[in-house]
């Protein structure tokens, strides 16, 4: 966490709000997304959405708790679960990471559901682009990003360095405040 955490003051330190791109490796990926996530919640003491577009809900939720993040504090979209949209608890689910006016909808209740400073996840860039044609995926992104800005919270996007086209990810740091690099030669 130590190598994140200096990189997120040094980056971002003088930023209210931000859009923050972490470029990762998939060797550091879950541990990165954890400590982001653990940095934000326990020691910013801010809550916040988290999208999951790799890992189920329930499998996230435990991953972060075991790592001592109170999920209490968190709101989950799960775009990877393979059910109808519903809400279930702290959790909306949307059924498929191709259904992006969904995914907007959901983040857009869910951080108007929250009071004061929060934050929001999105994990991960990649798997969009498993499921949607890469201009789809930049128009989303762009998309995001603006209402990111308007929303005025502490933006997050993770995406695998590697499985992603190096323009999509120059167009991405582009949008960003900033980009952290994690393991990788990057």
């Known amino acids: 966490m130590l190598e994140l955490k200096e990189s997120f003051k040094k980056e971002v330190k003088s930023l209210k709000d931000y859009i923050l791109l972490i470029a990762v490796d998939a060797k550091s990926y879950q541990k990165t997304v954890i400590d982001a996530t653990k940095f934000l919640v326990n020691e910013q003491n801010i809550p916040g959405v988290y999208v999951t577009l790799n890992k189920p809900y329930e499998i996230m939720q435990r991953a972060l708790s075991s790592n001592?993040?109170?999920?209490?504090?968190?709101?989950?979209?799960?775009?990877?679960s393979r059910t109808e949209a519903k809400k279930v608890g702290n959790c909306l689910y949307i059924g498929s990471p191709e259904k992006l006016s969904d995914m907007s909808v959901a983040m857009d209740q869910a951080i108007k559901a929250l009071p004061g400073d929060k934050f929001l996840i999105f994990d991960s860039l990649n798997t969009l682009l498993i499921f949607n044609k890469p201009a789809t995926v930049a128009r989303f992104i762009h998309f995001l990003t603006g209402k990111m800005r308007e929303w005025k919270v502490k933006g997050i996007i993770v995406t695998l360095e590697k499985e992603t086209e190096q323009v999509l990810l120059d167009e991405?740091?582009?949008?960003?405040?900033?980009?952290?690099d994690i393991g990788g030669e990057s």
């Not at 001592?68 to 990877?80: E, K, N, S, V």
């Open 68 to 80: 001592g993040i109170d999920t209490r504090l968190l709101i989950f979209i799960d775009a990877t």
């Open 172 to 180: 991405l740091t582009q949008f960003s405040d900033a980009r952290i």
